[in-house]
């Protein structure tokens, strides 16, 4: 690593914001510190309304700016100042030669082409949002960091003033700045490059690029030995990301991962229909139901296994209201999620000082198009997420008996959920509610079993004489490669089944279904959740 001056002191500064939060001080800091101030456009009509001596861009470079503001800084007068490496003779003497004075620090930001893409604007409005000198200045006084501050953040204001009264900018400052503008201009890329793609419909391009804000470093990752932190991505839906946390101790890796999990599965019900609540341990639902106010879609979710429920994330999509909050609390919750929370119930849930309490102000949109993004060795695994929804015009009858209107309202719920079950997924449900699942098993047929098990389990714990899963009807997130799991759910009392079809034994499948009695329809599309 090349060695840099430290300090290095700061005699000229160019700033030019989009986002002018704090500019007006730290450039009045700057100019008690004696630094002459360049500025641009907008940025310098406010400085000069401030009462601060500005020199414009364009008297440095002799060249006004054009074309509504395109060019103004892509100037050699500008490059050659922050660009020249001051340890190089030539680079200086090149300097003098043409008149060009140094610059030693540059505050920027940049158009705000994700803040625009987030508000829906239209092309050309986007298009107009992508910034190009900004990005050129920065990664020119970023490469140039041995003796050029770049700052592109507000909260790195305040830090650089001290080190200038003191002296000048520290190398090892200036260091972790250019790091931090190489990763602001990359991130600025990823999000227009993934936009440019999905507007001409290019789902693979050569290049992808993923880019994040960080909200907060975590404690640790799934385990006490791994690192790990929070981002917030530039078109990201409404869920964990974009949620303000009421109270409760900070959230963990495995805190934010379950209450993804359960949040996308709770958007899956409408809440002007019925209330829903889905209750999450380790990224798998051990309960879930809808019901006429949420809390009785919480007690029958927690019916299905109260026992799993302890230290899990309860998801809402309804606001939470008192009456919920009271029920909740009851038992040990980690997380609780919902879009919004009423006043009593926020209070409710503050005498659980840890329990953390999230409200999102509204649902994912559980079809929308987006990408799911996991590494590998070597690569990544990208692919659009799993948006698909099931018509009820969709679904085929393959056996004798058709599902009564009871067993198809509980067919579509049990479908819905099993597409957020880890594969093998099997999901027994009754009366809006599920009375058994089984997940992440390697053979379908003991994932039926399981969940045969957890509802007899469940029925034991509430007093019941009989399993829950007797008179359900069950949902396979994929076909059944074999009759045997088909069996093993009509011998817990299932009666109705969903599934993908497809198998090369779909016939056998068939008739053992009619063998048994149930009613058994098709989806044609599968859910598997790796």
């Known amino acids: 690593m090349p060695p840099m001056t430290d300090p290095v002191p700061v005699r000229r500064a160019l700033v030019s914001v989009s986002d002018k939060t704090g500019i007006v001080d730290f450039a009045r ?94 092309f050309d409005e986007c298009i107009e949002n992508i910034d190009i000198g900004g990005p050129a200045m ?27 009264a003191a002296g000048g900018t520290r190398a090892e400052t200036r260091r972790r700045l250019a790091a931090k503008a190489f990763a602001r201009t990359a991130a600025y890329d990823a999000a227009i490059s993934r936009w440019f793609a999905a507007e001409v419909g290019e789902a693979t391009p050569t ?36 949620a303000r946390q009421l109270q409760g101790k900070a959230l963990s890796y495995n805190n934010i991962n379950d209450t993804d999990a359960a949040l996308e599965l709770v958007a899956e019900f409408d809440p002007a229909v019925s209330a829903a609540v889905a209750i999450i341990k380790h990224a798998n639902p051990c309960g ?38 009271r029920a909740i609390v009851e038992i040990f919750t980690e997380v609780i999620v919902a ?75 049990a479908w819905r959920v099993a597409k957020h079950v880890k594969s093998n ?42 399993p829950l899963a007797e008179g359900s009807v069950v949902a396979s997130d994929a076909f059944f490669p074999f009759a045997d799991g088909l069996i093993a759910a009509a011998a817990a009392g299932a009666t109705a089944v969903i599934q993908p079809g497809g198998s090369m034994r779909d016939e056998e499948v068939i008739a053992a279904a009619d063998e048994k009695g149930l009613a058994m329809v098709f989806t044609g599309m599968r859910h598997f959740r790796h």
């Open 207 to 242: 290049w992808i690029s993923f880019a994040g804000t960080l909200i907060e470093e975590l404690r640790y990752g799934e385990n006490p030995h791994q690192r790990a932190a929070f981002y917030r991505c530039a078109d990201a839906r409404t869920g964990v990301a974009t």
């Open 29 to 122: 800091a700057l100019a008690g510190q004696g630094i002459e101030i360049l500025s641009t456009g907008g940025t310098a009509l406010v400085l000069k309304e401030a009462g601060l001596a500005v020199t414009d861009v364009a008297t440095v470079t002799g060249f006004p700016e054009m074309l509504d503001g395109r060019v103004k800084t892509l100037h050699p007068r500008v490059h050659g100042g922050l660009l020249a490496d001051r340890a190089k003779p030539g680079h200086m003497a090149a300097l003098a030669a043409h008149g060009i004075a140094p610059i030693d620090l540059l505050a920027i930001n940049l158009y705000p082409f994700e803040a625009t893409l987030a508000r829906g604007a239209a």
């Open 339 to 413: 879009p919004e929370a009423t006043p009593e119930a926020i209070e409710i849930v503050a005498a659980r000082k840890n329990l953390r309490l999230l409200v999102t102000g509204g649902l994912p949109d559980p079809a929308a198009p987006g990408l799911a993004v996991r590494s590998v060795a070597g690569g990544l695994l990208v692919q659009s997420r799993d948006a698909g929804r099931l018509e009820l015009g969709a679904l085929k009858v393959v056996t004798r008996r058709a599902p009564s209107e009871r067993e198809l309202s509980d067919l579509l719920f």
């Open 138 to 164: 920065i990664r020119a006084a970023a490469k140039n960091h041995a003796s050029v501050a770049v700052l592109v953040d507000p909260a790195d204001y305040a830090g650089v003033i001290a080190e200038i």
């Open 425 to 466: 997924a099997i999901v027994y449900a009754k009366d809006g509610a599920t009375a058994g699942i089984g997940a992440g098993q390697m053979s379908r047929v003991d994932s039926a079993r399981i969940a045969a098990l957890k509802s007899a389990e469940a029925a034991e714990a509430a007093g019941l004489a009989r």
């Open 288 to 325: 879930v139901a809808v019901g006429p106010s949420l809390k009785d879609a919480y007690t029958k979710a927690l019916r299905c296994d109260p026992v799993s429920a302890f230290g899990g994330v309860v998801a809402l999509n309804r606001a939470l209201d008192a009456e919920a909050a």
